[in-house]
């Protein structure tokens, strides 16, 4: 985002803070900026920033508009060319579709066959997450639980075999 979209976002939003429900004009800005904080800009000037004739803004004012935008001072700099505003760390971005994590937990778990084949069977089903759901009140009813060892598992077959699991699917 260059600064010219960075200060007409700015006065976007400034008209909606204010309730205005739209961006404040530059002149606005320029009368609310002398009001306010005692000092202003042109209309004009503000007008070139924001087209591009005037790419570089002083620290004067750089300061004077962070201070009436209540943004930091580094906001108001062009962004360098390939500067990228998504968020690319997976813990921030949305959830994650279910079974899409369920196969993800599955590949993680391929050394534990009952549970790489759970996981798998969990993110095929029907309805996953009501079956995360029954399993959570079946683990709240004690006398339901088994004593005893986890059942005897199969020796897990050779590094790319093929198999099938017990819902017949083909790997």
Do not use: C
């Not at 204010?18 to 004009?25: I, Q």
């Not at 591009?52 to 750089?62: E, I, K, S, V």
């Amino acid at each position: 985002m260059d600064l010219g979209e960075k200060l007409r976002h700015l006065r976007r939003v400034e008209g909606e803070v204010r309730g205005w429900g739209r961006a404040l004009t530059k002149a606005e800005v320029t009368r609310a900026m002398r009001a306010e904080l005692g000092v202003g800009l042109s209309a004009a000037y503000l007008s070139q920033l924001e087209n591009g004739r005037r790419r570089h803004l002083t620290a004067p004012t750089r300061a004077l508009l962070a201070r009436f935008f209540k943004v930091h001072p580094g906001y108001l700099v062009g962004d360098p060319e390939g500067y990228e505003t998504t968020i690319r760390t997976q813990a921030l971005q949305g959830r994650m579709d279910l079974r899409a994590w369920l196969v993800e937990r599955a590949e993680e778990l391929r050394d534990d066959p009952l549970l790489y084949h759970l996981f798998l069977r969990l993110a095929r089903s029907d309805d996953p997450r009501r079956r995360l759901l029954a399993l959570d009140a079946l683990l709240d009813d004690e006398s339901a639980l088994a004593p005893g060892p986890a059942p005897a598992v199969a020796a897990a077959p050779p590094a790319g075999a093929a198999t099938r699991d017990p819902d017949g699917w083909t790997r």
